[in-house]
């Protein structure tokens, strides 16, 4: 019976331990979900204090928007300073802030997109959230239409206002070419199709005051387009500064061939001279064999030249 003891030992042991793990593990778990409840509490408060701030803050909405707006066109791969500005005050030719004629007012459009061709669209965001949370909260269906209608009359506010700036009239004045259009953006797409979907009259005579209202999806299309557009150009530039690159390396080649053939014609030059001034010097009638002739009549020299045998008159070696 000792070994059947001994293994009933070894099972009690292994239950004691695996009933300590299970209550470590236990204890474990409830920390994390003690965890995990106070931090969804924490990201409950930080929504509803963002929601309150947006709802009773314009300047807080407006920041928000852009930032929003930044950060798309961020993710479509456009730059800061190459491919778009922000809050940049249009100038004239004369550098001067270019004002409203409307309103005296400068012109400082949200963000300046540029095309390949230099030209530039300008996107303005303009959040309408109040409405639209009261709208979101509503409790009772008076509720909700009174909220509905004061979104749809903020959101053809911000068209008015947007229409009144005449960006593209402005931009005209400075060194850039505006499109004759401004993009609206409101930054959220449920917002956005609350007034899309039974305003499409209105959304259409906005168009023709040259006003696009868009929302995430059409912007993101519209982004990708021009994305597109200026992956298409760089690709353009690429393939020219090819053919610019490979010609100018043609055109060099050609050099080099030219200078090379140059310096073996000058190099035969030099052989030709090389024979011709050692002719003069070891020939029969060379200054050498002149020199060999006056030391054998006794003149005396300190460094005879030695002919090559070649050169020496007949009979002497």
Not at 99 to 128: A, C, Q, W
Not at 213 to 229: C, E, F, H, N, Q
Request: proline share 2%.
């Amino acid at each position: 019976l000792d070994p059947l003891k001994e293994k009933m030992e070894e099972f009690k042991k292994e239950v004691k331990d695996s009933k300590e793990k299970s209550i470590q593990n236990s204890a474990s778990i409830q920390e994390q979900i003690r965890m995990m409840m106070e931090r969804a509490a924490t990201l409950g408060q930080e929504a509803s204090n963002l929601a309150t701030a947006l709802k009773g803050n314009n300047k807080v909405q407006g920041n928000w928007g852009e930032t929003h707006l930044e950060k798309l066109l961020q993710d479509y791969g456009f730059t800061e300073g190459v491919d778009y500005n922000k809050q940049e005050l249009v100038r004239d030719a004369a550098n001067q802030a270019v004002r409203n004629e409307e309103t005296g007012r400068k012109m400082i459009p949200d963000f300046t997109l540029t095309f390949p061709d230099r030209k530039v669209v300008v996107i303005d965001s303009k959040v309408s959230f109040t409405a639209y949370l009261d709208y979101c909260n509503a409790e009772d269906e008076l509720s909700r239409n009174s909220a509905l209608s004061r979104h749809i009359e903020s959101v053809r506010a911000h068209i008015k206002e947007l229409s009144r700036k005449d960006y593209s009239r402005g931009l005209s004045k400075s060194d850039k070419e505006s499109l004759k259009y401004v993009i609206m953006y409101v930054p959220n797409e449920t917002a956005f199709q609350l007034f899309f979907k039974d305003h499409q009259d209105e959304w259409r005579d906005a168009f023709e005051k040259g006003v696009i209202v868009t929302g995430d999806l059409y912007l993101i299309t519209m982004l990708k387009i021009i994305r597109l557009t200026w992956d298409e150009n760089t690709r353009r530039q690429n393939s020219e500064n090819i053919l610019n690159t490979a010609s100018e390396l043609v055109n060099r080649v050609g050099a080099f061939v030219e200078t090379f053939e140059s310096i073996g014609t000058g190099i035969k030059k030099m052989e030709d001279s090389f024979e011709s001034a050692k002719a003069k010097l070891y020939g029969r009638q060379s200054i050498a064999t002149t020199q060999n002739k006056l030391i054998k009549m006794g003149v005396e020299c300190k460094k005879p030249v030695q002919l090559p045998s070649a050169a020496l008159p007949d009979g002497d070696e």
